[in-house]
């Protein structure tokens, strides 16, 4: 079956301006996470979704980040106006149970560079 | 003080050795601690999780926890060339709604 995909893999972007990146889920995955890497550092979390409750958005690094995710499938992650710290891999991840105690299955990443 | 850390590495093992990564956490109200391996350039595969203090044995690799000490350790036994990667120890927040993670111990097996 398809993994978990996510969409563009690679956005190249001026400071100031928004974006939005999405993530498509396993389907039947009832939780959804966000985090995103910088280059050679660990994964920072940021969001997580879990069935249909309101998501904990105390991760998330400001004010300028959100996510929603939609029908409980698809989730979007919006950056607006980039900063150039904003310039990571944003990785997205499933699983089939909530809690972070089931397998997290990740998608490929979207590259972000804020020029 | 980091909330996870791990030592950065290289950490070089022979091949057919042990391989231990250590890892410690500040949080002692967290509960759940995982061991990611990431290839570079990929994303991150869960290896284990582990909640209770002890061992935790699959295949090749154990993961020990030790509360008290506030330790998460991942002992690889036998070592491969293919298990040279870089290895990620996270804790779930004593909340439950938040994970953190170190920063990687990068794990090199040498033939």
């Known amino acids: 079956g398809a993994g978990v995909s996510q969409s563009p893999s690679n956005k190249v972007t001026e400071k100031g301006k928004d974006v939005e990146l999405r993530c498509d889920p396993i389907s039947g995955h009832t939780a959804l996470y966000w985090y995103r890497q910088s280059l050679g550092q660990g994964l920072e979390f940021l969001i997580y979704f879990q069935g249909n409750s309101a998501p904990d958005k105390s991760g998330l690094p400001s004010d300028r980040f959100s996510a929603e995710r939609t029908g409980g499938s698809v989730s979007t992650l919006t950056i607006q106006r980039t900063q150039q710290e904003d310039s990571a891999v944003y990785l997205c991840?499933?699983?089939?149970?909530?809690?972070?105690?089931?397998?997290?299955?990740f998608g490929p990443g979207t590259r972000l560079t804020v020029l | 003080q980091k909330e996870v850390e791990q030592n950065s590495g290289p950490l070089s093992v022979p091949e057919g050795a042990i391989a231990s990564l250590n890892c410690t956490y500040s949080?002692?109200?967290?509960?759940?601690f995982f061991w990611y391996r990431q290839y570079s350039g990929k994303s991150p595969e869960l290896i284990m999780f582990?909640?209770?203090?002890g061992d935790k044995e699959d295949g090749r690799f154990t993961a020990q926890l030790n509360k008290a000490s506030q330790y998460v350790s991942l002992l690889i036994r036998d070592s491969q060339p293919s298990d040279s990667a870089t290895y990620l120890c996270a804790a779930l927040y004593s909340s439950a709604s938040k994970i953190i993670f170190g920063s990687g111990t990068r794990l090199s097996i040498r033939p």
């Open positions: 991840a499933s699983s089939l149970a909530e809690g972070f105690t089931d397998t997290q299955y």
């Open positions: 582990i909640y209770s203090n």
């Open positions: 949080d002692r109200g967290s509960q759940s």
